[in-house]
């Protein structure tokens, strides 16, 4: 009787991935052992056309599915490509693992085809990196790599794989493992009762609590436990971008997106209210320049509490009541505290909170009503997003890439429910990554619509991976606005210099032809009712769709920086 063959390194490592829940790995076929197991046992494969491209889409696949990611490349040139997407997983604190082919390990230190030192490369880019060069342990390591991933603050972990170790057989494990450690938050944490109850006594007694809600939000189960907060103490509500979707914007509690403050935006309208707060409670945010208008936003006699499971960020800029945690377990405890206490003063002031964030709702749109009526022959985003609302459904996960595209999607659209998911790079916020975290969502939800608004100069950075989208069966719906100039570049060294570089303005490109090059339906868009109609057939359609919006040059979003701008507007 034969006995059964041990399995190599690379089918265990397939099979440790199956036993984590993962179904989909980004890849252009390497290492090829590990995918050719992974394929073998019904894990999909979505080549991408460039490992940067391939980072973003797990990235994106990540924030949507609520899942650690993964992605593959092969060593040298293409590792070094997956630096930029795991550098912005690591600032948006994105699961993200990357399995990456090493040289072989006897071929180590010699100049072997493509070899550096992988170690050195992610180190600044990851929250853990290993190279495994034991066949005995590969199942120990690539759990330390998914708890690395999903633990703590959610990151990127790095797995080197040499390639002659992946084709050796792997010996049964010392120790079994059996658990699946792919969801996040891996471990739910909140702190403990004292704490607690010293902030809903705080929040109780207030005169004018606000919260801001960052990115954090969207792990696991907070975003519910915000909703009952919301409600409970009739606390009015800001998110960051990265916080966006946190809750109903069409909740009268709910105060939209509070980053953006410049002219005609929601946040001008709301800066009364976030000015009379006497305490404010973060969650889930960094407190970085782009979710406090350059720290400015938090006024300086307010108290603040700050959620956060990073203990680092908390006091970073504010000094704070420290409650380090899962967002969600603690604001559930927090909720739970907070019926203990007198809440007369938070139901007495509801009314007149709500009045006044109507009040900025109401202002804002008669604000881009007027802009738009003064602008007919033009069309400018702020009419895009207006039709693209019209179309959206709770379900509808919405893109966007970094630059104007990200200000458009946040500033303009609201949510329609707790946990509408509204994804962008705004970690380090790079260009051309929103096409490929389009990708990746879809590829999450392949049952619900996912839409991208991209400028067509982030869009030049990725436009290869309509090829991807088409190939791997992945409608997803593509808004290419496209003003000919570099937006922000221009009008950011505009208001700085008084002029700007040669750089700015680009060549025409026909974007819908590229589209169709690449087996893409695409339509040019240069009039409304072409727009609305564009939108239809998108989002009644089964495959993908390109539409290329011609959009006015002079048009730039609500930041604060472009007061000064308004009489180019």
Not at 267 to 293: E, S
Not at 548 to 567: G, I, K
Request: charged residues 20%; contains cysteine.
């Amino acid at each position: 009787m034969n006995s059964p063959s041990i399995p190599t390194v690379a089918e265990r490592i397939a099979l440790a991935l199956k036993r984590h829940g993962v179904d989909v790995i980004f890849a252009q076929s390497l290492p090829s052992a590990v995918i050719l197991a992974a394929e073998a046992i019904g894990i999909r494969q979505i080549a991408y056309r460039q490992e940067n491209m391939g980072g973003a889409m797990a990235d994106g696949y990540a924030r949507r599915k609520g899942r650690v990611a993964v992605v593959a490349a092969q060593n040298g040139p293409a590792a070094t490509l997956l630096v930029p997407p795991l550098a912005e997983a690591l600032k948006a604190s994105v699961p993200v693992i990357a399995l990456v082919q090493d040289v072989e390990r006897n071929q180590a230190d010699r100049n072997a085809f493509q070899e550096l030192d992988h170690l050195d490369l992610f180190r600044v880019c990851a929250k853990w990196v290993r190279r495994v060069i034991s066949a005995d342990r590969i199942d120990d390591y690539v759990d330390m790599a998914f708890t690395a991933a999903a633990s703590g603050r959610p990151g990127p972990a790095v797995l080197l794989l040499p390639a002659d170790l992946l084709r050796e057989p792997a010996p049964p494990a010392r120790f079994a493992r059996n658990s699946s450690l792919g969801s996040i938050p891996l471990d739910l944490t909140r702190p403990n009762d004292n704490l607690i109850q010293d902030a809903a006594e705080r929040i109780a007694s207030a005169r004018a609590p606000i919260a801001i809600v960052g990115g954090g939000i969207h792990n696991g189960q907070a975003v519910t436990a915000l909703a009952e907060l919301q409600e409970l103490a009739n606390l009015p509500v800001f998110t960051t971008n990265m916080g966006k979707g946190a809750v109903d914007e069409y909740h009268p509690l709910s105060a939209g997106v509070i980053t953006l403050t410049g002219p005609r935006s929601l946040g001008r309208h709301c800066r009364d209210l976030i000015d009379d707060a006497d305490l404010v409670l973060l969650v889930g945010t960094r407190t970085n320049q782009n979710g406090t208008d350059s720290w400015r936003l938090i006024p300086q006699t307010a108290s603040v509490i700050h959620v956060d499971v990073d203990p680092q960020e908390i006091g970073r800029t504010y000094e704070a009541i420290r409650l380090v945690g899962d967002a969600g377990e603690t604001l559930s405890a927090l909720c739970a505290f907070l019926e203990r206490q007198d809440l007369h003063r938070r139901r007495a002031n509801r009314k007149h909170v709500e009045a006044l964030i109507a009040a900025a709702w109401a202002s804002f749109e008669d604000d881009r009503r007027l802009l738009l009526d003064a602008n007919k022959s033009l069309l400018r985003p702020e009419l895009v997003m207006v039709e693209l609302q019209s179309h959206l459904t709770p379900d509808t996960t919405v893109v966007a890439d970094a630059s104007y595209s990200s200000m458009w999607i946040v500033g303009q659209l609201r949510s329609l429910k707790s946990g509408m998911r509204f994804i962008s790079p705004r970690g380090l916020a790079g260009l051309g990554w929103g096409l490929p975290l389009a990708i990746g969502a879809k590829a999450a939800v392949p049952q619900h619509p996912v839409v991208i608004v991209v400028g067509d100069g982030g869009f030049a950075h990725s436009w290869a991976e309509l090829e991807t989208l088409v190939r791997c069966n992945l409608p997803v719906i593509v808004i290419l606005l496209n003003n000919g100039i570099l937006g922000f570049q221009k009008h950011a060294e505009t208001v700085k210099f008084g002029r700007f570089t040669s750089a700015c303005h680009l060549n025409p490109v026909d974007h819908a032809k590229i589209a169709e090059a690449c087996g893409c339906a695409a339509m040019r868009v240069h009039e409304r009712s072409d727009l609305s109609a564009a939108l239809d057939r998108a989002f009644n359609g089964d495959g993908p769709l390109l539409i290329e919006v011609m959009t006015s040059p002079d048009a730039f979003p609500p930041l604060s920086l472009f007061a000064q701008l308004e009489d180019v507007a």
